[in-house]
């Protein structure tokens, strides 16, 4: 089964710079998406790559896909306190079977 | 509005005693899920539904059954709960757009089994 790892685990960052989220899959990807989870809430999306598909924005933050690599990188520009949170990496088979999700990745955004 | 509605949104159980938490979306989505959120764990798929009376399993459907009679209901059954399933448990519901889907998630049940 499909397996994704994400990196780093967690990150802690001055509010204003820049940082990237690292996504990769066990297996081809032909669709990777992306959410956002306050702690203990609900999963918020953020966006989703297709294969063969371009970069993709969602206010400051920016996503892409490679499909080489088996990786997707998700960048936020500027940082502000309101992206702290998990982000999490998901991926699966036709129309959501199968969905399996990365462990996540913890972001603290320091004011 | 468009959304996922899960209930309840806590509750406390004790072992053995059979339980629902219900799902419902108002999307007319075909496809619902089940997931379970665990420390360590992170999301793991229960179940699974690609439309009215048609589920197939997830990752880790040991202790839970599911039902989907209508299309916008999708509850999550345990007939017996153990204290290894006390987590937080979220619904999804989705769409697709040829091979491409985007899941909507409900805000989740956090269940504690005592």
């Known amino acids: 089964s499909q397996e994704l790892e994400q990196s780093p685990q967690s990150l802690i960052v001055q509010e204003g710079k820049n940082l990237t989220i690292n996504c990769t899959s066990s297996k081809t990807l032909y669709g990777l998406y992306w959410y956002k989870q306050k702690y203990g809430e609900g999963l918020i999306f953020l966006m989703m790559l297709q294969k063969g598909g371009v970069e993709k924005s969602h206010e400051k933050i920016t996503a892409k896909l490679d499909e080489k690599k088996q990786q997707s990188s998700l960048h936020i520009t500027a940082s502000q306190p309101s992206h702290a949170g998990i982000y999490l990496c998901?991926?699966?088979?036709?129309?959501?079977?199968?969905?399996?999700f990365g462990p996540g990745t913890r972001l603290s955004v320091l004011p | 509005e468009a959304q996922v509605t899960q209930n309840p949104r806590y509750l406390i159980t004790v072992t053995g005693k059979k339980l629902t938490v219900t799902c419902s979306q108002n999307?007319?989505?075909?496809?619902m899920s089940w997931y379970r959120q665990d420390p360590g764990l992170g999301l793991r798929q229960i179940y699974y539904s690609m439309n009215v009376e048609v589920t197939d399993k997830g990752d880790v459907p040991e202790g839970y059954k599911v039902s989907r009679k209508e299309k916008r209901n999708f509850p999550l059954i345990l007939e017996s709960p153990s204290p290894n399933q006390t987590s937080l448990y979220f619904c999804?519901?989705?769409?697709?757009?040829?091979?491409?889907?985007?899941?909507?998630f409900g805000p989740g049940t956090r269940l504690t089994v005592t």
């Open positions: 999307m007319n989505h075909e496809y």
């Open positions: 998901g991926a699966g088979d036709n129309y959501g079977q199968n969905f399996v």
């Open positions: 999804a519901s989705s769409f697709t757009a040829g091979q491409y889907y985007e899941q909507y």
